[in-house]
């Protein structure tokens, strides 16, 4: 990516948005994570699946932190060891989360057949564009490549747009399953609350920054051709 200054001045509400949500989501995450609930992450999430009739959903563990999430591909939820085996309200508020997702799957829920659709182009997207846009911002004849690598972070962008209905609605689903199944009290919802909201509010930053990045571009391009 073609960093300077004003690239960095021009992203920079996205990045303290993006470093405030990081500092939220540690904070929530280490207090609810000392707060006990009667079951664990993995017990949680296969209690929701197990009453969503969702029982050909494995659930597996899995290296690394917070590495939590759903395959829909091969129908299988995966979560991080701390995850899985804890008994705390993070926990289950997490694997709830990602449970979410395995509902929306069976589900059809709408935006999360698009992101599924949208992945290889926004894959393809995240690791092309900026070549593309560096090769035509330095060598002039080639400025095609730049609106041509442009062209392919904006899938990227409509891919992070996408994602966040999906995620938002999967901690929706998380947190009426919670109460529902009485896995977690509702007067200790506050807890899990308080962890799926700060999670939310990363994605918010990632998708922001995105946007950001975009129009950065877009105005570079705009200029060079003037």
Do not use: C
């Not at 509400?13 to 664990?40: D, E, F, N």
């Not at 698009?114 to 593309?132: E, K, T, Y």
């Amino acid at each position: 990516m073609y960093f300077n200054l004003e690239f960095l001045l021009w992203i920079s509400p996205a990045l303290i948005l993006g470093i405030w949500a990081q500092l939220r989501v540690k904070a929530t995450y280490a207090a609810a994570q000392r707060m006990a609930a009667p079951l664990s992450g993995a017990a949680a999430a296969r209690h929701i699946l197990d009453s969503a009739g969702l029982r050909n959903v494995d659930i597996e563990q899995i290296p690394g932190h917070l590495s939590d999430h759903y395959d829909p591909r091969h129908k299988v939820l995966r979560l991080s060891p701390e995850i899985y085996q804890s008994r705390s309200l993070a926990a289950v508020g997490i694997a709830a989360h990602e449970a979410g997702h395995a509902l929306q799957d069976a589900k059809a829920y709408a935006p999360l057949v698009i992101r599924n659709i949208a992945v290889p182009a926004a894959s393809f997207g995240s690791n092309a564009s900026f070549i593309l846009i560096l090769i035509g911002m330095f060598f002039q004849p080639l400025s095609f490549l730049f609106l041509a690598g442009i062209i392919l972070f904006g899938f990227v962008v409509a891919f992070q747009i996408i994602n966040l209905p999906v995620e938002f609605n999967a901690s929706h689903r998380a947190k009426a399953q919670l109460v529902g199944l009485g896995i977690v009290p509702p007067q200790e919802m506050t807890y899990v609350n308080k962890v799926l909201n700060a999670a939310a509010w990363t994605y918010v930053a990632g998708t922001l920054q995105a946007i950001m990045i975009l129009l950065y571009y877009i105005l570079r391009y705009s200029a060079s051709r003037d």
